[in-house]
């Protein structure tokens, strides 16, 4: 159809949907709920519009073959999600959110790929056992740094201050030995929200939030009226929490990205070895915390020296490993 954009009138009707009773006589109650298919495959969608987010009946999803760059992190709201598709975009990450559901076991089909997805290096693999899933077949086997946002949800980009992965097309240099602190000192890592994130707050609540970019004088910086559109998407969308304490916000604070291990539907192999053997490698989460408090770091490194380079084919090829690596892998 080659849809560039779906305006939220035409999906807000699917919320109010209800499923056409059948005739039966013996007065047996019926359950109402439909079960909603949206399939958007093949257009030129750039967005996902956040009334989709609100549909609490939709079981399967397909957004293949778009122009997608995000996916909101709002879509760790439908819990009834049995089927996904995402592939043939343009996406470098995915929201942690979407790993919930599949951790949940809730989302029985889901396609990932083709997607341009970022891939670790060798200073960013971590593994920490207390992070394996009890799912057999899904594992986190690396992380990036965390990276400490200032009020307006940007980087601070100096020798301590780690870039946000979202900001970047490829991964930041390796670490000096210099490297002892990295981000604001732990004294100034509270859950104290900032002004601009509680007049924002304020804003999600307004009725007129949708207006307020309009109103704005014309000297307001160009970073707030940015900031109050993000806001207006984001109650469209129902808002986002923490990924760490679970509290609603605006503006992310902190922010990384886990790789994690989701192996499709009908696969038995659940070794490490054939993890790091896989076609397609491990699938990017971004995770985003609500304060420079709220943020989780794996502490034991698993394997320091899978390439990063892509090689024909789409592989990633592992690099020689230790004795002591090996043995890890048994």
């Known amino acids: 159809m080659q849809l560039q954009q779906i305006r939220t009138p035409t999906l807000r009707p699917l919320q109010y949907h209800t499923r056409q009773p059948k005739h039966d006589y013996a007065l047996r109650y019926q359950p109402l709920a439909p079960a909603l298919r949206l399939y958007l495959s093949n257009n030129l969608l750039e967005d996902v519009p956040g009334e989709v987010f609100k549909l609490k009946n939709l079981e399967v999803l397909s957004l293949r073959s778009n ?5 909101l992190p709002s879509i760790g709201r439908l819990n009834a999600l049995r089927e996904l598709n995402l592939g043939s975009n343009q996406l470098s990450w995915l929201p942690w959110e ?8 809730s ?3 889901y396609m990932l790929y083709p997607n341009p997805f970022i891939r670790p290096v060798p200073s960013t693999w971590n593994w920490n056992p207390r992070r394996k899933s009890s799912v057999a077949n899904h594992c986190q086997i690396a992380s990036t740094r965390i990276a400490f946002l200032d009020i307006n949800g940007t980087s601070h980009w100096n020798k301590h201050w780690p870039p946000a992965p979202s900001s970047l097309l490829e991964h930041w240099p390796e670490p000096s030995a210099d490297d002892e602190l990295l981000g604001p000192c732990p004294k100034e890592r509270t859950k104290t929200p900032s002004l601009l994130e509680c007049a924002l707050r304020a804003c999600f609540t307004s009725p007129q939030l949708s207006q307020l970019p309009f109103l704005l004088p014309d000297e307001c910086p160009a970073h707030i009226i940015n900031l109050v559109k993000r806001t207006f998407k984001l109650k469209e969308a129902g808002g986002q929490t923490c990924s760490v304490c679970k ?3 605006i503006v992310p604070r902190t922010e990384w990205i886990e790789w994690w291990y989701c192996e499709p539907w009908g696969s038995t192999r659940t070794d490490r070895e054939k993890v790091l053997a896989q076609d397609r490698g491990p699938v990017p989460f971004l995770r985003r915390g609500c304060s420079w408090s709220c943020w989780e770091e794996s ?3 698993l394997i320091r020296g899978w390439s990063s380079a892509i090689v024909p084919g789409g592989r990633q090829e ?3 490993f230790s004795h002591s690596q090996r043995s890890e892998l048994g």
């Open 67 to 71: 122009n997608l760059t995000d996916i």
């Open 98 to 105: 979407l790993l919930q559901l599949i951790l949940a076991d």
């Open 107 to 109: 989302l029985n089909k």
């Open 299 to 301: 502490e034991n490194p």
């Open 318 to 320: 592992p690099a020689d």
């Open 247 to 249: 509290c609603e916000y």
